[in-house]
């Protein structure tokens, strides 16, 4: 179901980047629509560079022109919270979305939802008064109805009646539990909830539960807008298992959220036959004034705040929680990590993301200490650098247990670098093996990755848990002379490529991309000379054997390479579309759109669900130039404005770009100079990992003695 995008009651203006959002375009094709119409609408402020328009003359006039472009309900709904006014209300409406859908839900529990999503949800011909939402949240959960309470009006206003009205219509599209999703998702990304709000990306959370395990009861004490306890709960569900999530959040706001996004999957879990009790949320400052005092979780899940000095060091001097210690006044961190021991059953496991500092400020190493001395930190692990915007270091994971009187304590610590484990392998299964290994009888370590080591290595005069200190490096430190001075040749030779095929550009007179007319890449689809291609969904319902087959991944589209990932085919499947020679290859999910022309080594293969085909019309289209139009850095933004993942990242929908016109002969050129730049790059890449490998080994060379400096 779609509907014209229309502007919010409150816009009266709007600058070319809000014309280009409303008809899905680039702002060159907005600046080029004002040279070419006469009719369209001349600014009414703003200054020549940063022009303002009247937002409704350019909606009719989009709307005459046939460029007002359609969006989805979840895009309605969407524009109905994110202008809300005042913004810093949005929070708020979108807790009232998401209590109206969850009562949606409740009412339809023991059969499929969708199927009786067109009976009324309350007084008939109309939508439920904010009351009559009150006594039904109520009667499912007297919490969330004295949170949602002070939120809702007496009456509902034009803007929420119309929000509600589009909530309707997509949660019997999708189901209320993704249409919620997806507004938290948006909600997370948006320039709104910036301040404050850090959500743990789904890979970070993958780790965190693949190192916690699975539990009758599941504590996250900072769960912000509860991203972790709900994969926790989704995880068990999903393997018809429950567990009990309990919460507590400082931000109200963020308490909402959370108990929200867990009743969904606690309303699935009912649906499915499950015996689950529903989760328990608190609002509140879990170190100051904890709401559970007296829970003992099998399980607890954090990804708190760092850095706050003020957390009530002088209060808390006596508090019974410091077994470890007390923490010092600039050790927050080992405050969170006492009060996540506090809450666990004997045996039961706590994993806290903390920041990489923690493992070796000198004021914590008494802590650091007494932790390992009495086997209650297990395991610190090292994460990559950027997996938790908007810091750019890598954090740490830190996984403890309440030691157990009847089980001896373990003498070794698991250290592990996933920045030095294998990129083409997902984080928590390289972190998941390490910790299942640990825990076995015969655990064997990768050298670089992750070993285990002796707590009398690391009871020294600093105590630094630091991954990275205690691992030795993978590779071999026996350095060849002779296969480093032949190295040297060959890197030489791969640098002179490098500077040979580089396209030979100069300061452009004209400006024929920039000036030439802009094709919409759907209008080109719907006209037969582009297709847009992605893999078959695979049944999850399909009987027969099934098949693996191999396919290409978004990784494979970048390195050039081959298909290397699989993908099981049930026996009522078909196959997946093929690629062919001048296919031009973009994967599904990235921070930018990297589309590259198919090599040898990839026609001929399936695609994978992560990769998606352009088919051009060779004698219109030079794939190369196609390629290199639609990899321009802004589109970005343009193709994936509209569905931004968990984590963060775009997926990509290349039928909302648009692409220059221009002669095929102009366009052959182009592409030979996007092409050269691609095999640029490539050697580019070549020549910075052998690069760096050659440092490596002549320093280790010049140290060891086996090569020396010439005289």
């Not at 939120?151 to 209320?176: N, R, V």
């Not at 909600?187 to 993958?206: F, I, N, W």
């Amino acid at each position: 179901m779609t509907d014209e995008l229309s502007l919010a009651p409150g816009d009266t203006t709007l600058t070319a980047s809000g014309i280009a959002r409303l008809a899905n375009v680039g702002r060159a094709a907005v600046s080029n629509w004002r040279r070419r119409y006469a009719d369209f609408p001349t600014p009414v402020g703003g200054s020549p560079a940063s022009p303002l328009f009247d937002a409704r003359a350019v909606e009719d006039w989009l709307r005459r022109h046939g460029r007002l472009r359609q969006a989805s309900t979840e895009e309605l709904a969407w524009r109905h919270i994110e202008s809300h006014q005042p913004a810093a209300q949005i929070s708020d409406l979108l807790g009232i979305a998401g209590a109206y859908l969850l009562a949606r839900a409740e009412q339809f529990t023991g059969a499929d939802q969708l199927a009786h999503a067109d009976q009324p949800d309350a007084v008939e011909g109309g939508l439920p008064t904010p009351q009559q939402l009150t006594t039904r949240l109520r009667e499912l959960d007297p919490g969330l109805a004295t949170m949602i309470g002070p939120l809702l009006p007496k009456q509902w206003t034009a803007q929420l009646s119309a929000l509600l009205g589009t909530l309707d219509q997509l949660g019997t599209e999708q189901g209320a539990e993704t249409a919620f999703e997806y507004l938290h998702s948006r909600y997370v990304s948006s320039a709104q909830s910036l301040s404050g709000l850090a959500g743990t990306p789904d890979p970070v959370a993958e780790v965190m539960l693949a190192l916690a395990g699975t539990g009758a009861r599941t504590f996250d004490f900072a769960s912000g807008t509860g991203s972790i306890l709900r994969m926790a709960a989704d995880q068990a569900v999903r393997a018809g298992r429950v567990t009990r999530c309990h919460a507590q959040e400082i931000n109200p706001q963020y308490a909402l959220l959370t108990l929200l996004r867990l009743w969904f999957v606690h309303l699935r879990a009912r649906r499915t036959g499950l015996d689950a009790e529903p989760p328990v949320v608190h609002i509140g400052d879990s170190l100051l004034a904890d709401a559970l005092p007296d829970l003992r979780a099998d399980v607890v899940v954090a990804n708190f705040p760092f850095g706050i000095h003020d957390w009530g060091h002088d209060q808390l001097a006596y508090d019974p929680r410091w077994v470890y210690g007390l923490p010092p006044r600039t050790e927050p961190e080992l405050a969170w990590v006492q009060h996540a021991l506090a809450h666990l059953a004997p045996g039961a496991t706590a994993v806290v993301l903390m920041p990489p500092a923690a493992a070796s400020r000198p004021a914590g190493r008494r802590i650091r200490a007494e932790l390992i001395r009495r086997g209650t930190l297990r395991a610190v692990i090292a994460l990559p650098a950027g997996l938790m915007p908007p810091t750019g270091i890598g954090l740490q994971v830190w996984v403890l247990s309440q030691p157990d009187p009847q089980q001896p304590p373990s003498g070794d610590l698991l250290v592990v670098d996933t920045t030095a484990a294998s990129a083409d392998r997902p984080l928590a299964e390289v972190v998941g093996d390490a910790w299942r290994a640990y825990r076995s009888d015969n655990y064997q370590e990768l050298p670089g990755v992750h070993r285990t080591v002796p707590a009398i290595e690391v009871l020294d005069d600093q105590v630094d848990l630091t991954p990275q200190r205690h691992l030795p490096q993978a590779h071999d430190l026996t350095v060849d002379p002779a296969q480093v001075i032949a190295r040297i040749k060959d890197f030489d030779q791969l640098l002179d490529q490098l500077r040979h095929v580089l396209p030979a550009v100069q300061q452009a007179q004209e400006a024929p991309l920039r000036d030439a007319p802009q094709a919409d890449i759907a209008d080109l689809v719907r006209s037969g000379s582009i297709s847009v291609q992605r893999a078959l969904s695979r049944s999850s319902r399909s009987t027969g054997a099934g098949a693996d087959t191999a396919v290409l991944t978004g990784s494979d589209i970048l390195s050039g390479g081959p298909a290397s990932g699989r993908a099981t085919r049930s026996a009522d499947d078909g196959p997946g579309p093929r690629v062919r020679p001048g296919d031009i290859l973009v994967p599904v999910i990235g921070n930018k759109i990297s589309a590259r022309v198919a090599t040898p080594e990839q026609v001929g293969a399936e695609l994978g669900p992560g990769a998606q085909l352009i088919r051009v019309d060779t004698t219109r289209f030079d794939p190369w130039f196609v390629a290199g139009v639609i990899s321009r850095t802004d589109n970005a933004r343009i193709a994936g404005r509209s569905s931004i993942t968990a984590s963060g990242t775009l997926r990509i929908d290349v039928k909302r770009l648009t692409i220059p016109v221009l002669p095929l002969a102009q366009q052959q050129a182009y592409g030979q100079a996007i092409r050269q730049l691609v095999e640029f790059r490539t050697l580019l890449d070549r020549a910075a990992t052998s690069g760096a490998v050659l440092a490596r080994d002549i320093s280790d060379g010049l140290t060891m003695g086996s090569l020396g400096l010439p005289s």
